[in-house]
């Protein structure tokens, strides 16, 4: 098993800025992949960024710039610190991680239960 424990969310004025955490815990063998989507009402989820094991890190078009996605392996946690937000940010923000268990090497992907980041204007 291997849950994520989120914080971070709340609630920031336009121009603002948050910073999410995200660690796992459990039966990790390995990540080979950690990152955050994020969900605004009536919308489809959508990747924001990850980063690999490797340390290379990908944003959504959206973020680029503004975002910026880092990682502590040794501590199996990801941050994503938010940098001049803007209303079109607020949704529900979830991490994921993908990787392989000890025991058996089974790969898993896992969810967090998600932060909410709302941006006032």
């Known amino acids: 098993q291997v849950q994520l424990v989120e914080s971070g969310g709340g609630l920031v004025q336009a121009g603002g800025s948050l910073r999410l955490s995200c660690q796992a815990s459990?039966?990790?063998?390995?990540?080979?992949?950690m990152g955050w989507y994020r969900q605004a009402p009536g919308k489809q989820r959508e990747s924001v960024a990850f980063?690999?094991?490797?340390?290379?890190?990908n944003y959504g078009d959206s973020v680029k710039g503004r975002f910026t996605i880092s990682g502590d392996n040794a501590k199996n946690t990801v941050f994503l610190q938010m940098n001049s937000l803007k209303p079109e940010d607020t949704a529900v923000y979830y991490c994921?991680?993908?990787?392989?268990?000890?025991?058996?090497?089974?790969?898993?992907?896992?969810w967090g239960q998600g932060t909410l980041v709302t941006v006032s204007s």
């Open positions: 994921n991680a993908k990787g392989i268990t000890t025991g058996q090497g089974n790969r898993f992907e896992v």
């Open positions: 459990g039966s990790i063998f390995a990540i080979n992949e």
């Open positions: 980063i690999t094991s490797g340390g290379s890190p």
